[in-house]
């Protein structure tokens, strides 16, 4: 199994170790090429407008459409879960609208730009320690998907089929918890 890692801008060797710890083959993507012979794909945080204008740059937004209308499975972290939106408040437009989630972005507030929390994680965790820089939030869920954790009241984790979405950084911790249960479905819809 060979998970990519969008590398574009982020923490990529970062999500590349947490994904190894979780028994996965993972190697970073700079090309759509690249693409061809993975069975699932995380996109990193950093900023959403940057990576989106490199996505439309080296051809990623129809390589990256495809790749999640093939049922692969996509993980966005942060800036990752902005792009997989189907809906930006404030906002017309969006970039990859693979996921029906609706975000917004920088949502708690700049005296909290960056913060460490203990939060729930439905099928993950009891106590999975998530990061937030200059985090989103996710303020609907579609019929389809699943909130898997919430922070204050706002949803922070959630899930629709193959399409996995965390507003904070897993891959900045030493828990490889919730890139494992993405390796766990990768698996279960590589089949
Ligand atoms: N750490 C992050 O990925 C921040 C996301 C960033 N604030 C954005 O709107 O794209």
Same mark, same amino acid.
């Given at each position: 199994?060979?998970?990519? /890692? ?24 700079? $090309? /759509? ?6 069975? &699932?794909? /995380? ?9 989106? $204008?490199?996505? %439309? ?47 917004? =972005? ?10 460490e929390v203990e939060l729930p ?5 009891a106590d999975y320690p998530a ?13 389809? &998907?699943? /909130?898997?954790? $919430? ?7 959630? =899930?629709?089929? %193959? ?5 904070? %950084? ?8 919730? %890139? ?12």
């Amino acid at each position: 199994m060979k998970i990519g /890692v969008l590398s574009l801008q982020g923490a990529v060797a970062e999500h590349i170790r947490m994904l190894e710890a979780a028994g996965a083959t993972a190697v970073a993507v700079k $090309k /759509v090429d690249e693409l061809e012979d993975l069975d &699932g794909l /995380v996109i990193p945080g950093g900023e959403s407008t940057t990576i989106s $204008k490199l996505m %439309h740059k080296y051809g990623f937004i129809e390589a990256l459409r495809e790749f999640g209308q093939a049922r692969k499975p996509i993980f966005g972290t942060c800036a990752g879960a902005i792009l997989l939106a189907k809906r930006i408040n404030g906002q017309d437009d969006c970039h990859l609208g693979l996921m029906d989630i609706k975000v917004e =972005r920088n949502a708690f507030g700049r005296q909290k730009e960056s913060f460490e929390v203990e939060l729930p994680v439905a099928g993950v965790a009891a106590d999975y320690p998530a990061v937030f820089i200059r985090a989103p939030y996710i303020m609907e869920v579609g019929e389809a &998907g699943q /909130v898997l954790a $919430k922070y204050e009241e706002k949803i922070v984790a959630a =899930r629709q089929g %193959h399409y996995l979405a965390a507003a904070f %950084h897993p891959e900045l911790t030493e828990d490889a918890r919730l %890139h494992q249960y993405f390796v766990d479905m990768v698996k279960e819809y590589r089949g």
